[in-house]
């Protein structure tokens, strides 16, 4: 199967946004301004493009920004919400979003990370190799802010390092994850629960793959990182 139309995707965006505060207002962090644009706007857009729908956007923190901006569609997208009442973490919040995943693929994405990449053969990846979860990954110069993956030379995911354990050039998660719906639903109850440090580790092994891809990407989880982001999408538009 290669049919991007039986995928849902799910944006993780219940995130307090607290290194952002001195330079973004008090409100959620995938609403920070990009050049006149909220950064979730980019992300749906790639959705879009890819014809990637329904989207459902987990939030929690000042959630009601989020619904009356983006409201329940967007261009040709159709979009609906998930409010976490408490921080379950970025597992958690995907658990509670899984109850009401449709179909059998899901399409994650960090809501403050963009990440360039070939949807229909990051699913054809996924579907070839039986993979349960296909993390995208990216090579970095320096790794140190974000951790890094080690893969074997079948692209299975062998270990994580947590950020500030590793230097140097690797290989980092960039934030977007292919995942059957039956793994979603088995997610621990633990709370908080992290996807990065607790769930995908305890994967290892267990039908976990990485993707590498070539495109850009970029966070904004940082002001230096934030104030880097409208030139990586004027850069963007001027190379389409």
Do not use: W
Not at 35 to 42: A, E, K, N, Q, V
Not at 45 to 74: M, N, R
Not at 80 to 89: I, N
């Amino acid at each position: 199967m290669s049919d991007l139309s039986q995928v849902t995707a799910v944006i993780l965006a219940g995130g307090l946004g607290t290194r952002l505060r001195k330079v973004v207002s008090d409100i959620p962090k995938v609403m920070a301004d990009i050049s006149g644009t909220p950064f979730l706007c980019y992300l749906l857009d790639q959705l879009a493009e890819a014809g990637i729908e329904p989207v459902i956007i987990s939030t929690g923190y000042k959630g009601h920004v989020i619904e009356e901006a983006i409201g329940f569609s967007y261009k040709e997208l159709q979009v609906d919400y998930f409010r976490e009442k408490t921080p379950l973490g970025t597992a958690g919040a995907l658990k509670l979003v899984g109850q009401v995943v449709n179909t059998e693929q899901c399409l994650v994405m960090n809501g403050d990370s963009y990440t360039e990449f070939d949807p229909v053969s990051l699913l054809m990846t996924q579907n070839q190799s039986n993979a349960n979860i296909t993390i995208i990954v990216k090579a970095v110069e320096d790794t140190s802010r974000y951790g890094s993956i080690q893969m074997d030379e079948h692209k299975n995911i062998t270990q994580f390092t947590e950020k500030g354990s590793s230097t140097g050039r690797g290989l980092i998660n960039a934030g977007i994850y292919l995942m059957n719906r039956n793994l979603i639903l088995e997610i621990p109850e633990k709370i908080p629960c992290s996807l990065e440090y607790d769930y995908f580790p305890s994967m290892i092994g267990k039908g976990i793959y990485g993707y590498e891809t070539e495109g850009n990407f970029i966070d904004i989880g940082t002001p230096e990182s934030y104030a880097d982001a409208s030139r990586f999408f004027e850069e963007k538009i001027v190379s389409v």
